[in-house]
């Protein structure tokens, strides 16, 4: 089991926005983390990934918390989060090398995978271009380049679609795939619902801070009583306030 978290709760300044969630993430699993705007998808990210500390419970990777060892934890993480964060005074390229020390990645190795994903992305003849020379898409296809580079446990996926061209969904996805048959664990927050019912094994339904509904499709068809209903229809139905 790559990602455990235990009767989490958890928040800003002592108040409590989540409460008593508890889930695991297995090898090899991509888990889709749906809710709507406020239900706590983001304080769940910050919490796994070690940006907030618990008031209650705990959560593991492999079996290691970042309280035992903080820098061994996060070395287990690829995160790629809604908004791409890159420096200014970094090339493509140094972004990439960056990346590689920090996570003590064998260079040759990473290079491969790097070179692999730069074709894919069609981005060959920009590992020389500074951040400001990027478009939005192109910004976060960097992010998705160096989080797949590395290989990790666990992969948090925030909202990975927004600013991405048809092709460029069709390699990310395709990317997910190969790494979960690798037996990497996969979260991915996102509200592109048609893609994520298409892709994901299992499903965390998040309302108010609290898990709703958790399972695969068809449980959350039991759930909410709408057989046959599509993953839009049933969050339609949360949006509505209908079946609570």
């Known amino acids: 089991m790559s990602l455990i978290v235990n009767t989490l709760t958890g928040g800003y300044t002592r108040i409590p926005v989540l409460k008593d ?9 991509l888990i ?25 419970g705990s959560i593991s990777i492999d079996g290691l918390t970042i309280n035992q060892n903080p820098e061994d934890y996060r070395r287990k993480i690829g995160f790629i989060p809604e908004t791409p964060l890159l420096y200014d005074e970094l090339t493509l390229r140094e972004h990439i090398e960056m990346t590689i020390m920090a996570y003590s990645l064998d260079s040759l190795k990473a290079w491969e995978i790097a070179q692999t ?3 894919m992305f069609r981005l060959t003849d920009r590992l020389d271009w500074f951040p400001n020379d990027f478009s939005k898409g192109m910004k976060q296809k960097v992010m998705i380049l160096c989080a797949f580079i590395i290989e990790p446990s666990l992969y948090i996926i925030d909202e990975p679609f927004l600013g991405l061209d048809p092709l460029a969904i069709r390699d990310l996805i395709q990317l ?19 893609n994520a019912e298409r892709i994901c094994d299992r499903f965390i339904v998040m309302h108010e801070g609290k898990i709703y509904a958790m399972g695969t499709l068809e449980d959350l068809r039991t759930h909410f009583n709408m057989p046959e209903s599509s993953l839009e229809d049933m969050y339609g139905r949360l949006a509505d306030k209908e079946g609570f």
């Open 176 to 194: 997910m795939v190969d790494q979960k048959n690798r037996g990497a664990s996969i979260l991915m927050s996102t509200h592109v619902l048609a």
């Open 117 to 119: 994903l730069l074709k």
């Open 21 to 29: 969630l508890s889930f695991e993430i297995g090898n090899g699993e």
């Open 32 to 56: 889709g983390l749906i809710g709507l705007n406020g239900a706590g998808k983001s304080t769940t990210i910050k919490h796994i990934i070690g940006l907030m500390t618990p008031f209650e």
